[in-house]
């Protein structure tokens, strides 16, 4: 037997009194914006009408605010999905967000500390793959992370300040560091590396 999973589709096309316990049951589950939560209503086949006046009560009782749903969406990316301040405007912008309540956000939840922080994690990873003892490996690499960072919204100056300290011979330390508190390489496995990397550093001192 083959069983098809129910559709809302249209579910609230007739049942305007549903609409406020659906969008109920919609913040119940996380923040939403205001342009999201009549999207999804309106999925549904929701009147436009009533999703207005159901907005506009949600919106009067706190239970649907854009500004604590761009604080809260910044604090996301900030700790579980890094990225920079350009990616940060499209997206809210995209869900209909102020800008002046985006400009608040990013103020309040991240500051250029916290999205130097942001960037370093994310580099780190990169950089723990780099070919180090390939020059011409190297620079592609190096530029290959360049255009990964600028994806994801950082600026180039930022990007290029945190990558040249990170691949430093002090930066290396702190990837390898970072691969053994991440349980990526053991330090059995990092005795060669670290010895190799040791005497190298003792050669170019005494040079």
């Not at 985006?102 to 370093?120: F, K, S, W």
């Not at 620079?139 to 180039?156: E, N, T, V």
């Not at 702190?174 to 390489?185: G, H, P, T, V």
Request: with cysteine; charged share 30%.
């Amino acid at each position: 037997m083959t069983w098809h999973k129910s559709r809302k589709s249209d579910d609230l096309a007739d049942a305007p009194d549903k609409i406020l316990s659906a969008a109920f049951a919609y913040l119940a589950k996380r923040e939403y914006s205001e342009q999201e939560l009549r999207q999804k209503l309106l999925n549904r086949g929701a009147d436009e009408t009533v999703i207005a006046t159901v907005l506009s009560f949600l919106k009067e009782k706190h239970y649907l605010d854009d500004a604590r749903y761009a604080a809260a969406y910044v604090r996301d990316r900030r700790e579980f999905r890094p990225c920079g301040i350009a990616v940060l405007k499209r997206d809210l912008t995209a869900k209909g967000v102020a800008p002046e309540l985006i400009a608040i956000a990013i103020e309040a939840e991240y500051d250029e500390e916290q999205q130097r922080d942001a960037l370093r994690r994310l580099l780190r990873k990169a950089a723990a793959l780099a070919p180090y003892e390939n020059d011409d490996e190297m620079k592609k690499y190096k530029a290959k992370i360049i255009r990964r960072m600028l994806s994801k919204g950082f600026s180039q100056s930022m990007i290029w300040d945190e990558l040249d300290i990170l691949l430093t011979s002090a930066g290396r330390w702190q990837i390898l560091y970072w691969q053994m508190s991440q349980k990526i390489l053991s330090y059995n496995m990092l005795r060669p590396v670290l010895s190799s990397f040791y005497l190298n550093s003792e050669t170019i001192d005494d040079a």
